[in-house]
């Protein structure tokens, strides 16, 4: 069976290793980067073709994925694709967004004769790179049933939630669920040294409980050694909080704990911490600390 073409566009920390994962299986992949240099880059260890255009990269594709940055960004991006693709062709939008966006580009890609799917997903750099994010998704149901195999190759969780801008709402979800337990893990570390517990023992004791979580798992020891050099920048969680708090206020909702968190991470932002990972929270207690 003759694998369908591809195009990427937004070639970053997620981008880069979502698109390796396409060649490697198998698929023929054109690429676009905003910065042409990331895009060379990236095909020293890709047989992919980079594209010196949106508009060349995603001529003749049967289906266009994008991660890029923000509202602005998806917008433009999307709506340059839109003028070049061939009718018929899904575009899957993993960058993530306002769901308001998500149903206004549903529209006009309806309107170009073209399908929509709206596919934020988690799992940080580590599960980009492994080929093992969650995508949450927002699409009819042909249209997901489409475009599903294709993104298997750098997913292991596919969940279709709902019609366009469904997929972004669930990622809301996810990042406020987040923003606690990384916060209330950053505390629990930090009471665990000012205790001089043996931090090792404690997480073995406590992991395989009910306070255990993928967030312990993987961040409980790199908070020990206060390493944040990796991961989901504290830059882009403070863009994905500030989506679901303007969400929120328009339901009227008051997300007290996830407006905190979003305070926290903004006084990183001030310490010049933008580039941290968001377990970085735990970075905050080091100057409150009083001696033993």
Known sequence: MTQPTLAFLGLGVMGGPMAGWLVKNGHPVKVWNRTQAKAETWAQSNPGEVAASIAQAVAG????????????????????????????????????????????????????????????????QAGAINGRLTAMCGASEAVFERAKPVMSAYCGNI????????????????????????????????????????????????????????????????????????????DWMRKDLRIVLEAAQAKGLDLALTQMVDGYYAEIQADGGGRLDTSSLAKRFTSLRKPD
């Open 159 to 234: 969940v279709r939630i709902g019609e366009a801008g469904a997929g972004q709402l669930a990622k809301m979800v996810n990042q406020i669920a987040i923003a606690g337990v990384v916060q209330g893990l950053a505390e629990a570390v930090t009471f665990a040294k000012a205790q001089n517990l043996d931090t090792d023992a404690v997480l073995a004791a406590i992991s395989k409980g009910a306070a255990g979580s993928w967030q312990m798992e993987n961040r409980w020891g790199t908070m020990v050694e206060d390493r944040y050099d990796f991961g989901f920048a504290v």
């Open 61 to 124: 594709a049967d289906f266009v994925m994008a991660c890029v940055g923000d509202d602005p960004d998806a917008r433009s991006v999307a709506l340059e694709a839109f003028a070049a693709m061939k009718q018929g062709a899904v575009y899957v939008d993993h960058t993530t967004t306002s769901a308001a966006l998500s149903k206004e580009l549903a529209l006009a890609a309806a309107e170009a004769g073209l399908d929509w799917l709206d596919a934020p997903v988690s799992g940080g």
